[in-house]
């Protein structure tokens, strides 16, 4: 599943003829696996279907739910009585042509186990005749969706809907295709939801929509560990993870920083158990006459991931303790879940794989595809399979892909299947049912204190969405004390119910534990100033229990912004300057007292320097806008448009133009943008390959920056709008480009046919 390659328009629905996602500088497309090697694809029955997987040992796989009571389920939710709500995007990929896509066939439907047997047994279809239903999250008088264009609201009473679903935002999602369109909707410690494939967060405050910018995260699927912390993945990377608290260095508009706290954890290796023919650049081989090998010649199976899609970190009941805190990422071109092991070093995250040369669990059954996993209420592991045979959208699928889906059958059928299993420990419990919205005081504050992150996050949920007075004192209590975890969720429950008080932080803040010290500082940033400054004293003393506590003191010593503070902060940075992100974070908190503390700052930090004039010169943050005027202006908005639509660039660059890690490099401040026209025109016409270095910095994305030229889609003047926005946006300042211009570069470079530049190429 290669990100945006923008490529020959399709010319028909017959086998031979080129497809959407082609690349006319590839011109040979050969099956690079023997035919005799690779094995059929049929449909297989559940029974069958066990049989195919290999899974690690000390672990078995068994159903939750198998068609037909489930079809193409794409993500869950659990709500508080355990019922999964499960999105059913029927509509993806009927047949090899995705004929029928925009027709509303998907469902938003309620699986629950009613004879307490551990499968589900029974169905309700909550909402029918929803377009490709991609996220769901459920309230208690509710659910908040995404179908493919829209953020939707649907009241409820028990399993039924109430009205008609209430729009919050037409287009929510955006432009750009099913592959690349915000999902997600996971509620994280904040109360916040977090979503993958966006640069937005949403929140319910008194029955009404927050929606307000964060960081730019992933492709498919997001996750969260126990300290809000959040993790994602692109396509061609299995997980990456975020040292910081969401929007911790976010606070501050009027200074554009940019920094990067997401770290890759662990390689993106591949051990399929079968061969892997079915991939879209599978036949780029050495065989072919290309410089790169999709898959190993030897065993003809895929080298590096290519369709990574979602994810968690296990925090259950279940599994042996060791395996509390490891990463699961699904990968479903090739049909397996890989095991991540997350290691953490002064907060600062990496990650190894813990089962070597094998897979957590891998499957000879091609149709499997294995898209979400979720730590469950019993404590277990659940994995959401879409048990469809095409897993690539038309937008992308190849001509070599189409003969490849064709010759084993793997476009039909096109509706009827899909499964969600559990996977469990053989040594271990699994947790008994228990309907967390019925409890009431004190057994419900106490599911804050449960092993299972799955008790103790439905626990917030509720009591957040309650709102019970008669609450507040017994989270209090346990915010001074108890366990780590169920100390931190009771601060933030009362945060979300609008209690949140300074003197629920007092003992936290002095906590001897890292993170309980962190969050609660986390926790601080969410107080009105005349509560925050109750406990200035003791925040001007504080000492960080580590290093990685010192980015949070930074954080809420800037929002204090009294002289005290200010000058504690100045010696914090002294003291810990030698710690990631702390000076980022100093300044996110200084919004409205950079002039202030530039008398305290060190003038021989630079960046630090840089970033407070630019915030005691901004004042609050505002946006003078492009200088364009005219026929300028108007190509600029229409490349914006494109930028975040049809051209999807923001999937790879970031909405900000900041770049994501692994894929893009950063367009904001890129000499590549603003420099010669003719460079970035060349660099839109043909793609550009790795390794490249922009403002100083080294980039190797994971895959090829594609050629927009070879697509009849991107004329000249589309091109040309999307060079003007680019080099006119966010800190960009450079003359419009041209259609004549980008005419001129076409007809002088047509004999490259879409082969990627390098940078030394260009230079």
């Known amino acids: 599943m290669r990100p945006h390659t923008f490529v020959a328009a399709l010319l028909g629905t017959l086998q031979l003829a080129a497809q959407q996602g082609d690349n006319k500088a590839h011109t040979k497309m050969d099956p690079v696996v023997p035919e005799k090697d690779i094995p059929p694809s049929p449909v297989l029955s559940v029974d069958d279907a066990l049989k195919s997987f290999k899974i690690a040992p000390g672990f078995v796989i068994e159903p939750v739910v198998t068609e037909p009571l489930v079809e193409k389920p794409v993500c869950i939710d659990f709500d508080p009585a355990g019922r999964m709500w499960v ?210 010649p030897k065993t003809h199976k895929l080298i590096n991931c290519t369709a990574a899609a979602g994810l968690t970190v296990y925090r259950g009941t279940n599994f042996p303790k060791d395996w509390y805190g490891t990463g ?63 897993i690539q959208h038309k937008t992308y699928q190849t001509t070599y892909l189409r003969q490849q889906h064709l010759s084993r059958g793997l476009d039909k059928p096109g509706f009827g299947h899909g499964r ?22 004190l057994d419900l504050v106490k599911m804050l204190m449960h092993a299972n992150a799955w008790h103790r996050e439905t626990a917030q949920r509720v009591m957040v969405q309650s709102k019970d007075a008669a609450l507040v004192p017994l989270l209090a209590k346990l915010a001074a004390s108890g366990p780590p975890v169920a100390r931190v969720h009771a601060f933030w429950t009362l945060e979300g119910m609008g209690e949140l008080k300074s003197e629920h932080l007092k003992a936290a803040l002095t906590d001897k534990d890292p993170k309980v010290q962190s969050s609660a500082l986390w926790a601080c940033t969410r ?96 946006s003078d806008g492009p200088s364009l005027k005219g026929a300028e202006l108007a190509s600029f908005n229409r490349g914006k448009a494109l930028f975040a639509g049809e051209a999807v660039c923001f999937s790879c660059h970031g909405p900000d133009g900041s770049g994501v890690v692994g894929l893009g490099p950063p367009l904001d401040g890129s000499e590549w943008v603003t420099g010669k026209p003719e460079i970035l025109i060349n660099i839109m016409l043909h793609g550009m390959t790795g390794p490249v270095t922009v403002a100083g910095v080294e980039y190797k994305p994971t895959a090829d920056m594609p050629s927009l030229g070879v697509n009849p889609m991107f004329t000249d003047q589309k091109l040309a709008d999307i ?17 004549e211009t980008v005419k001129k570069q076409r007809d002088a470079t047509k004999d490259r046919a879409g082969k990627p530049w390098t940078a030394g190429e260009l230079k």
């Open 527 to 622: 107080l009105d100033p005349a509560e925050l400054s109750k406990i200035e004293a003791g925040l001007v003393a504080l000492k960080p229990a580590a290093p990685e506590v010192a980015p949070y003191l930074a954080r809420v010593l800037g929002s204090l912004g009294t002289q005290k503070a200010l000058d504690a902060l100045a010696a914090l940075l002294k003291d810990e300057s030698k710690v990631r992100f702390i000076r980022e974070a100093a300044v996110s908190g200084l919004h409205g007292h950079e002039a202030e503390f530039q008398k305290l700052a060190d003038p021989k930090d630079k960046a630090l320097a840089g970033w407070l004039e630019q915030g005691a010169k901004n004042g609050p943050a505002k």
């Open 723 to 739: 060079a003007t926005y680019v080099r006119n946006e966010w800190d960009n300042k450079a003359p419009a480009v041209t259609e």
């Open 328 to 390: 699961f990422s699904t990968e479903s071109s090739v049909n397996l879940v890989k095991a991540i092991k997350i290691e953490e070093n002064d907060g600062k995250l990496s990650g190894t794989h813990p089962l070597g040369e094998k897979e957590f669990l891998a499957s000879t059954d091609e149709r499997f595809r294995p898209v979400n996993v979720y730590t469950a209420p019993d404590g277990s592991l659940y994995l959401v399979d879409m048990y469809h045979g095409i």
């Open 87 to 296: 999105c059913e995007m029927r509509g993806y990929m009927p047949d090899i042509d995705g004929a029928g896509e925009k027709t509303p066939e998907g469902r938003i439907s309620v699986l629950e186990d009613t004879d307490g047997d551990g499968t589900a047994d029974k169905k309700t279809v909550f909402l029918d005749k929803v377009l490709l239903p991609r996220a769901v999250t459920v309230f208690e008088d509710g659910i908040l969706f995404l179908d493919e264009n829209r953020l939707c609201w649907a009241k409820r009473d028990g399993l039924k809907i109430v009205g008609e679903p209430e729009v919050i935002d037409q287009k929510f999602n955006g432009g750009g295709n099913v592959e690349h369109k915000p999902n997600g909707l996971m509620p994280d410690l904040d109360n916040w939801l977090y979503l993958a494939k966006s640069e937005k967060r949403l929140r319910r405050v008194n029955g009404k929509w927050q929606i307000e910018p964060t960081s730019f995260r992933g492709q498919w699927g997001i996750a969260r560990d126990d300290w809000g912390r959040l993790y994602h993945n692109h396509n061609s990377a299995f997980m990456f993870g975020e040292s910081l608290a969401p929007n911790l260095l976010q606070g501050n508009p009027a200074v554009k920083m940019k920094y990067n706290d997401t770290a890759a954890l662990g390689n993106n290796r591949t051990w399929p158990v079968r061969v892997t023919p079915g991939l879209n650049r599978a036949y780029l081989s050495k065989a072919n006459g290309y410089n790169e090998q999709t898959l190993d």
């Open 420 to 441: 969600i299993y559990r996977i469990r420990s053989t040594s271990g419990k699994l947790e008994p049912k228990v309907d967390i919205g019925a409890l009431k005081g």
